[in-house]
């Protein structure tokens, strides 16, 4: 059995929850799937986004931290984040990111696929890669036509001042082999439609500063309490790093520790899942606290802000293609 098979759901920072929700499900049109807290600090939210039902592998979250100053890309750091959509797609996500101001480039290449780079509101580091064998539905109710809606996570992009212990330790501890490398960029993989790791090699470079726009933390999916527990003892036993204690995150329990490069990794159980607490069709409309915090929720809705999507305003501004 393999510990670890594939990206689970990356984390990051922003500084508006609002502007944040407007963004991701509304341009991008990924579902909302979940309104929770950060159940380390209750007084701020955290938010989740990916496909119908956040599978592992599409899950997208934020904790936002009003006012919070923006954050600088460097070494140490996950510096983008990319999404997958179908072949056919660049042309209409150009159009669209256009329609709402967001800034991209021109198509590029990379391992013989097209993508875009474009930022969020914070800074963050985003790309969309046309791909071709992709057959995750992504979230098809949405805002974004069927043939055109993001997949789920491409890749992820970390930069790094050294890279053979990163290296290794994919190869060794997370099932993730070397697949591709072009120059100082190296592309690892766990597998199919499981999320690449791309190592950016760059030494000298200054090391990134945590705010907003940044990668809090990556997770990496692994089946269940025996895989996770069986991955923990591993890095114990042939590790240098430390992991935590098994934390219970309600939607999965987690346990963290950063890889030889200092970014910090998290290995996320695929169970139970989002819908525990509220049914598919509802996911993501109302607060869900952990049980330990229900008896502070008059408190923490008090600090809260008041969020929602317009759908309208997303939904009536379609590109169409013709």
Request: aromatic content about 14%; glycine content about 8%.
């Amino acid at each position: 059995m393999n510990n670890i098979t594939g990206l689970h759901h990356i984390t990051a920072l922003t500084s508006d929850a609002q502007k944040n929700l407007d963004f991701y499900a509304g341009i991008l049109g990924l579902r909302f799937i979940k309104r929770t807290v950060n159940f380390d600090a209750p007084d701020v939210y955290h938010l989740y986004y990916g496909d119908e039902t956040g599978t592992p592998g599409t899950v997208l979250t934020f904790f936002p931290f009003p006012h919070m100053k923006r954050g600088k890309k460097g070494n140490g750091q996950a510096s983008v984040i990319s999404f997958s959509v179908p072949t056919n797609a660049l042309d209409y996500w150009m159009k669209r990111l256009k329609k709402f101001g967001v800034i991209f480039t021109s198509p590029k290449e990379r391992f013989n696929e097209s993508f875009i780079y474009f930022e969020d509101f914070d800074g963050l580091g985003l790309e969309i890669t046309a791909v071709e064998d992709d057959e995750r539905p992504g979230f098809i109710r949405g805002l974004i036509p069927e043939e055109f809606a993001i997949r789920g996570f491409h890749s992820v992009t970390i930069n790094e001042d050294s890279y053979n212990d990163t290296a290794s330790f994919l190869t060794e501890q997370m099932n993730y082999s070397l697949l591709a490398e072009d120059q100082n960029r190296f592309r690892f993989s766990a597998g199919k439609n499981a999320g690449f790791v791309e190592i950016i090699f760059s030494p000298g470079d200054q090391y990134g500063i945590m705010g907003s726009g940044s990668v809090h933390h990556i997770a990496f999916a692994t089946d269940n309490f025996e895989s996770q527990h069986k991955f923990r003892e591993n890095l114990l036993f042939h590790c240098t790093v430390s992991p935590t204690d098994v934390i219970d995150r309600q939607y999965f329990k987690s346990v963290y520790f950063r890889e030889p490069g200092g970014v910090l990794f998290e290995a996320a159980t695929q169970i139970p899942g989002f819908t525990i607490d509220e049914p598919v069709e509802h996911l993501g409309e109302s607060l869900k606290l952990p049980v330990w915090e229900e008896k502070n929720r008059n408190w923490i809705e008090r600090r809260l802000p008041d969020i929602t999507l317009d759908v309208r305003k997303y939904k009536d501004a379609q590109v169409q293609i013709h």
